[in-house]
């Protein structure tokens, strides 16, 4: 037997719900105007499978609103690094059946967009200049967007999964969360793919306890 394509696998009540959530959010933001809103709730409505979603919702961020943390740090770089100067800028990653990977020291400002569809995107945050708070908005369409953290970062989750997961995987080190993390808010949502958060050691570290002291 031969397997089934997911994008022909049909869809329920609740998936369409859902979708028509993120639907009205991108209206509410000025992302769709309401002539739009209407012809896209219609076709989510009308549809039955998931590849009939995904003309609907690829080109969206969709996100939700929820109340935000009460802390307000300052703004401050991830990671105990050292001082440097200027680092690349980086305000969106986008992987189209191929792999976009950021990593070492970058800039994302106070907002970042990753889109992959049937790819993957990786983003690195352990050397990154993060503000106060950051929000990512990660779409996912039949493939993946992963985030790396490290401990001392604050990490909200608000996506929405489809046919997907949209979640924290279980961290390879102790979270060090306090008064003056920085937060990395993540919206969105993934259908058919994946949007996983990691929180590792230091860039290097599982290298330098295989390799012991170095000697000098």
């Known amino acids: 037997m031969e397997p089934v394509d997911p994008r022909a696998m049909r869809i329920s009540d609740?998936?369409?719900?859902?979708?028509?959530?993120?639907?009205?959010?991108?209206?509410?933001?000025?992302?769709?105007?309401?002539?739009?809103?209407?012809?896209?709730?219609?076709?989510t409505y009308a549809a039955k499978t998931y590849g009939d979603l995904v003309p609907i919702t690829v080109d969206l961020p969709?996100?939700?609103?929820d109340t935000p943390p009460s802390r307000q740090p300052a703004p401050r770089r991830a990671g105990s690094v050292p001082a440097r100067g200027p680092v690349p800028a980086h305000p969106s990653s986008f992987a189209l059946m191929s792999e976009t990977r950021r990593s070492g020291p970058w800039a994302l400002g106070d907002q970042h967009t990753a889109v992959a569809v049937m790819g993957s995107v990786v983003l690195d945050l352990r050397e990154a200049d993060l503000a106060a708070e950051v929000t990512i908005y990660a779409t996912a369409v039949m493939g993946s967007v992963e985030?790396?953290?490290?401990?001392?970062?604050?990490?909200?989750?608000?996506?929405?999964?489809?046919?997907?997961?949209?979640?924290?995987?279980?961290?390879?080190?102790?979270?060090?969360?306090?008064?003056?993390?920085?937060?990395?808010?993540?919206?969105?949502?993934?259908?058919?793919?994946s949007v996983d958060v990691k929180r590792k050691g230091p860039p290097g570290e599982l290298k330098r306890r295989l390799l012991g002291p170095s000697e000098g």
């Open 14 to 43: 609740a998936d369409r719900h859902r979708v028509a959530d993120l639907l009205r959010d991108a209206a509410g933001e000025g992302r769709l105007d309401l002539e739009e809103l209407e012809h896209r709730l219609e076709a």
């Open 62 to 65: 969709g996100h939700r609103d």
């Open 147 to 193: 985030i790396v953290v490290d401990a001392r970062t604050a990490v909200v989750l608000e996506g929405v999964p489809i046919m997907g997961g949209f979640d924290e995987r279980r961290s390879r080190v102790v979270p060090e969360i306090g008064p003056d993390s920085p937060v990395v808010r993540i919206k969105g949502f993934a259908l058919m793919g």
